[in-house]
Structure formats: C-alpha cells, structure tokens
C-alpha cells in the first residue's frame, strides 16, 4: 500500500482516505497552538466588553424583535412552575427547600422546558430566523474587529445577511446529522413504556445502539458546526463551506468536542449567576409584597430572554475565534502566555541548536598544519641507507 504523499506542508489540505483504506498518522496529524480553555473563553467575554457600545445594541434589537414577534413566556406559565416547585417542596422534602433550592428549581424547570415562550409553528420561523441574524452579525462585526476595523451595528445588520439562506441549508444538513440522536430519545422513551430496557441483555444492546448513534452524530455535526462559520464569508457555497470545514477539523475533533463541553459548563454558569439571582429576588420581593402577584410583571422571563440573546452572541464569538485558531491567525486578545510559550521553545530550540554545533566542533579533529608536519629530509635519508648497508 502506497502512503499518501499530498500532506498538508505540500498541498496545504488534508487528502484523508474516503474508504476503508488505512490513512496514516503522518498524513493527518496537525499541531495546533490554540490558548487554554480559561483564555478562550476570557477572549469571546473581553471582545463583547471592549466593543459593548457595537453588542448592546445588537443585544437590545434582538429582544426587541423577539418581544414583538415570538412574545415572551407569560408569567402566568412561570407562576404554575413555581407552584409545582411549591408542591414539591411541602410534598416530598417536606417544607425543607429555602428559597434557594426553589429559586434553583425554578431555573431548571423554565431552561429544560424551553421556557422562553410557548411557540406556534410561525414562532418558532421566526425566532429560528432572529438566532441565525444574531450568529451572522456578531461573526461579521467579530471579523471585521480582529481586522482592525472599526465597523458599526447597522453594518453588520446591512452586509451580513447575504449568506443567510447559505446558513440556514447548512442548519438543514446539521439537522440531518442529528437524526441519529433524535432515533435515541424516541427509542429510548418506547424502551421505557414498553419495559424492554428490564431484561439485562437488551439493555446492553440498545446501551450499544445509542453509542453508535451517538458518536455518529458527534463525529458528522462537529466539522457542520464549523460548517456554520466558515459559510458567513461570503461568496462562498454551503457544500464547499462543510467541506472546508471537514478539512480543518481533521485531526483536531476531540479537541473541538472539549471545547464545546467546556462551553457547555460556562453556559450553566452564567445561567446560574445571572438568572437565579433574578428568580430569588422575584420571590421576596412578590412574597414581601403581595399585591404585586396581581399584576403578572413579566420579570423573570424578561432577564432570561437577555441572557439567552448574550449568551448565543458569546456562542458565535466563541465558535468564531476557534475557527480562527484553527486558520492559524495571531489575535491580541489572548492573554501574552500564548506568546510566552512559544518564546521559550524557539529560546529552547537555539540552545539546543548551539549545543549540538559546540559539541560538533569539539569532537571535530583539526587537520595537521603544514608547519607542524615533519618536513622530507633527502640527506637524512640517504644517510639511514648507509647505515643499514654497513651493518
């Protein structure tokens, strides 16, 4: 079998088999300097902060249009949920949950049921359209900012919805993939009404089918995810995008998949430190204050639909920047140990390079001068002839 010698240095893409056939580890290896989780994650937050007066507004004009319309949970939704918190609470624990664990069992109840507002099918066309303009125009306000430029909102809400419909057939193709998660969840809730997970061995079978399925799934939505980003530039198409995509992420899935994991958990924190606080002081203040249950004052799903627009701005600026690692550009808004690093392995190269050219140059055996060679004496060796004749 022939190795394959179109590498990355040479072709400047990686030609993996499309088969069966081995591929070698030389032929898709690719060394990444990328920042740690922590500075990633600090980057994404330190570009909103620095250009606030671009992203608020942003911010503020999403939830304006999702205000007028999707609308808003109403706030009778979020009374029965703490009701049933309620009921709970006095039923199971006994009246033992303060404020705080309602507080928090409220949060997971509205974000795990979708809680910003109970769609109809036009809803949801239209908060699916709000999300993919909030990911384009923060990717290309993002771009033009690493750039250098100094672009305002209204540009990025004019220029960067050309590729619009190229985003959404690539969301298709990311719905497509996760077909084999969806048969999971159906199989799995079938599997629990019908009692079939009771028998040992068919749990260990269908353990074995959601698996497979699963990192199915994984392995194709993790190069159309950056499938998403690549297509916002423009003039490009959604097949050519996904395949660009395919190329960079080759070799570097499983650090992609830590990324989005990590993401996942600074996502639960924020949720917890803005949302929660918000959902407990709701609670005094309308316990303290009764009179103002009457009046159903939205609050609470007003501050989870900011954080959710906040929060999905930080997601595009997060997938955006890694996009960038992976093209290997050099940003400044990573913090300088990046750099350290790598001023300590080029210092570490030098001196091994100047070690290894001293120790060449000791073990080297200078050639013998001409002046210290014995010079050829004709008399010297006319004279030793004699000699060993007479004797």
Known sequence: MVKNNKTEKNSGRIKLHRSFRRSYREDYERKTETPGLMAHAAAALRIIRKNWKIFLPLI????????????????STFVEFKESVETTNKELVKGRLGN???????????????????????????????????????????????????????????????????????????????????????????????????????????FIFASLMTLLSVYLTSSSIMGLIAVSAPGLYPLT???????????????????????????????????????????????????????????????????????????SIYFYLFYRQLLDYKDDFYPAKIESKNNQKKTESELKQKKTKTEADQNKVEPESDSKKPKFSLKKFRFKKKAAKNE
């Open 100 to 206: 705080l664990g309602r507080a928090g069992l409220a949060l997971i109840g509205t974000v795990t049921t979708g809680g910003l507002t109970n769609m109809n099918d036009a809803q949801k066309i239209f908060a699916i359209l709000l999300f993919l303009i909030t990911w384009l125009v923060s990717i290309y306000l993002t771009r033009h900012l690493l750039a250098g430029h100094k672009p305002k909102m209204r540009d990025g809400l004019y220029n960067a919805l050309s590729p619009l419909v190229s985003t959404f057939f690539v969301g298709l193709i990311v719905f497509i993939e996760l077909i084999p998660i969806m048969l999971v969840i159906i199989t799995y809730q079938a599997a629990i009404s019908t009692e079939f997970l009771k028998t040992p061995f068919y749990a260990l079978v269908y």
């Open 241 to 315: 995008a996904i395949e660009t995509a395919r190329n960079l992420v080759a070799g570097r899935r499983i650090r992609f998949l830590i990324r989005i994991i990590y993401l996942i958990f600074c996502l639960a924190f924020w949720y917890v430190v803005i949302v929660l606080p918000a959902i407990l002081l709701d609670i005094l203040i309308k316990g303290a204050f009764p009179v103002l249950k009457d009046l159903n004052i939205p609050f609470v799903p007003f501050v989870l639909l900011v954080v959710t627009v906040f929060l999905f701005v930080f997601i």
């Open 60 to 75: 503020g004009l999403i939830v304006l249009l999702y205000i007028v319309l999707v609308g808003l949970m109403a706030e």
